[in-house]
């Protein structure tokens, strides 16, 4: 009967270690997600639904890069290599490759068996 009793509060203390380890871990989303939430929720109520947070919360400056001029030539050539660079990797990317296989496959058959014959026909002759 000691046994049991003993097992019981083993298995009661290592839950209760395991619990006190895991809990934060598995509430710190949580605070992330409600965070996240209650930012959302102030945007929509202040900014999207009424205009009465404009003066507390200021919209974010725009960052955006608009340039109508490149920096220098080397930048150009970069952006023309970049750019066929990634053309190249589409195409690559763009090939059935099983399909390729298959037709690569069909025709080294055709030509194996036009060479056996030839082979076989040649053999003939000889003898």
Not at 90 to 118: E, M, P
């Amino acid at each position: 009967m000691g046994g049991r009793i003993i097992g019981f509060l083993a298995g009661v203390t290592v839950s209760g270690i395991a619990w006190t380890i895991a809990e934060p871990v598995m509430t710190m989303p949580l605070m992330f997600v409600s965070t996240g939430l209650q930012e959302a929720k102030d945007q929509i109520d202040n900014r999207i639904l009424s205009d009465k947070g404009i003066e507390k919360n200021p919209q974010p400056p725009n960052r955006r890069v608009t340039q109508l001029t490149r920096p220098s030539f080397l930048e150009t050539c970069k952006d023309y290599w970049n750019e066929e660079l990634i053309k190249g990797v589409n195409w690559v990317y763009s090939i059935n490759w099983y399909q390729w296989g298959l037709d690569a496959d069909r025709k080294l058959n055709k030509l194996t068996d036009k060479l056996t014959k030839s082979i076989a026909e040649a053999g003939k002759e000889g003898k």
